[in-house]
């Protein structure tokens, strides 16, 4: 149920997307290895919470990890948390390793990392999460954030 609803907002969004499967996957390099990909070019969705019923989501490139720094500063706010599994799923729709803003059960706010939208002067092609393990959504990196109406800014730092 869960990818039939991240299909349908995907449809529903107009990007152009291709959508791929595979099976299970116990890794980034591993689930980069089955979408033909760089592990860079994976685009985690993570839900990071500012307070009480108020969260969003931030687009990761595999390869990074969130700057708590950065992200604070650019937010404006002193603190942030990232919720356990069970919250994260109870907010969006989906489990852990699935999410995506596609779909999620709220229409949460997005910033996406700038490694998303531009890398050396071009717009990658990247994976995101398609609402079930082993599914994934390719797309134009800058698509994906103008379509999401993602903010974009740096945010992550090497993991």
Same mark, same amino acid.
Do not use: C
């Given at each position: 149920?869960?990818?039939?609803?991240?299909r349908?907002?995907?449809?529903?969004s107009?990007i152009?997307?291709?959508i791929?499967?595979h099976?299970?996957v116990?890794?980034?390099e591993?689930?980069a290895?089955?979408?033909?990909?760089?592990p860079?070019?994976?685009?985690?969705t993570?839900?990071?919470?500012?307070?009480?019923?108020?969260?969003l989501?931030?687009?990761?490139p595999?390869?990074?990890t969130?700057?708590?720094p950065?992200?604070?500063?650019?937010l404006?706010?002193?603190?942030?948390?990232?919720?356990d599994?069970e919250? %994260?799923r109870?907010?969006?729709?989906?489990?852990?390793g #699935?999410?995506?803003?596609?779909? /999620?059960?709220?229409?949460? +706010? &997005?910033?996406?990392?700038?490694?998303?939208v531009?890398?050396?002067?071009?717009?990658?092609?990247?994976?995101i999460?398609g609402?079930?393990?082993?599914v994934? %959504?390719?797309v134009?990196g800058?698509?994906?954030a103008a #379509?999401?109406g993602?903010?974009? /800014?740096?945010?992550?730092? +090497? &993991?």
């Amino acid at each position: 149920m869960s990818e039939e609803r991240a299909r349908a907002a995907l449809e529903a969004s107009g990007i152009d997307v291709t959508i791929t499967r595979h099976g299970p996957v116990n890794s980034l390099e591993e689930a980069a290895a089955a979408r033909g990909i760089d592990p860079a070019n994976i685009v985690k969705t993570l839900v990071v919470r500012r307070g009480d019923d108020d969260y969003l989501f931030v687009l990761v490139p595999g390869d990074r990890t969130i700057s708590w720094p950065k992200l604070r500063t650019f937010l404006g706010v002193s603190r942030l948390s990232m919720p356990d599994k069970e919250v %994260a799923r109870e907010v969006t729709g989906y489990e852990r390793g #699935t999410i995506t803003p596609f779909g /999620a059960t709220t229409a949460w +706010p &997005v910033v996406a990392d700038s490694r998303v939208v531009d890398r050396e002067g071009t717009s990658p092609l990247v994976s995101i999460g398609g609402g079930a393990f082993g599914v994934a %959504a390719s797309v134009d990196g800058a698509s994906l954030a103008a #379509t999401l109406g993602a903010q974009v /800014a740096d945010v992550t730092e +090497p &993991v």
